[in-house]
C-alpha cells in the first residue's frame, strides 16, 4: 500500500502545483485586466476632461461675444442718445434766439427756399407778434424779380421758422421740420465731431 500511497501522494502533489499554476495564471490574467481597465478609465477620464474643457471654452467665448455685442448696443445707444440731446439743445437754441439773429436766419432761409412766381408766408403766432416792421419789404428786396412773398396775418400752427404756400405747394421750413429732413446728416456730422 506503501506505493498507492506514494502514487495518490504524487497526484495530490501534482494537482497541487496544477492548481498553484491555474491560481497564478489566473491572478496573472486578472491584474492584466484591472490594469486594462484602468488604462481605460483614465482615457475615458482624459477624453471627459477634454470634452469639458472644450464646451466650458465655447461657452465663455459665446459669454465674451455676447458681453462685447451688448457693450457695443449700448455705446451706439448712448451715442444715439447723446446726438439726440444735442440736436434738441440746438433746435430749442434756434427758436430763442434774440430777435435780430432770428429773422437773419429767417431771411437767409426765405431765399433758399423760395420759389418763383407768388407766394405766401406763414408764421407763428409768436413771430407775427415780434415780426420787424420792414421784414416783407427786405424778403422781397432779395428775391428775384419773378418772385414775390406776402406775409400772412394768419398765424400757422408752428413754433418758429415759416410754411411758404404757392398755391396748393406747401414748403416747410420750421425748425422743426428742417432739422427732421436733415437729421440723418446732422447725426452723422455730430458724430464725427463729438466722437472722432
Do not use: H, W
Request: proline share 2%; charged share 30%; glycine share 6%.
Amino acid at each position: 500500500m506503501a506505493g498507492l500511497d506514494k502514487i495518490i501522494e504524487r497526484i495530490a502533489q501534482d494537482s497541487a502545483a496544477k492548481c498553484d499554476g491555474i491560481i497564478f495564471d489566473a491572478q496573472s490574467e486578472a491584474s492584466k485586466i484591472k490594469d486594462a481597465a484602468a488604462q481605460m478609465a483614465e482615457n475615458d477620464k482624459a477624453a471627459t476632461i477634454e470634452a469639458a474643457n472644450k464646451e466650458a471654452k465655447a461657452l465663455v467665448d459665446m459669454a465674451e461675444s455676447g458681453a462685447e455685442l451688448e457693450g457695443k448696443k449700448l455705446l451706439l445707444a448712448t451715442r444715439v442718445e447723446i446726438i439726440d440731446k444735442a440736436i434738441d439743445v440746438a433746435s430749442r437754441k434756434l427758436g430763442s434766439m434774440p430777435d435780430d439773429e432770428y429773422f437773419a436766419a429767417l431771411y437767409a432761409l426765405v431765399k433758399k427756399y423760395a420759389q418763383s412766381g407768388e407766394g405766401t408766408m406763414l408764421l407763428s403766432e409768436r413771430d407775427l407778434g415780434r415780426l420787424p416792421k420792414d421784414f416783407e419789404k427786405k424778403i422781397n428786396a432779395d428775391l428775384g424779380a419773378d418772385s414775390k412773398l406776402v406775409v400772412s396775418k394768419d398765424p400757422a400752427n408752428i413754433s418758429d421758422g415759416f410754411i411758404l404756400v404757392y398755391g396748393d405747394i406747401e414748403i416747410n421750413c420750421s425748425f422743426e421740420a428742417l432739422i427732421e429732413d436733415s437729421r440723418d446728416a446732422i447725426k452723422d456730422e455730430l458724430n464725427s465731431i463729438i466722437f472722432a
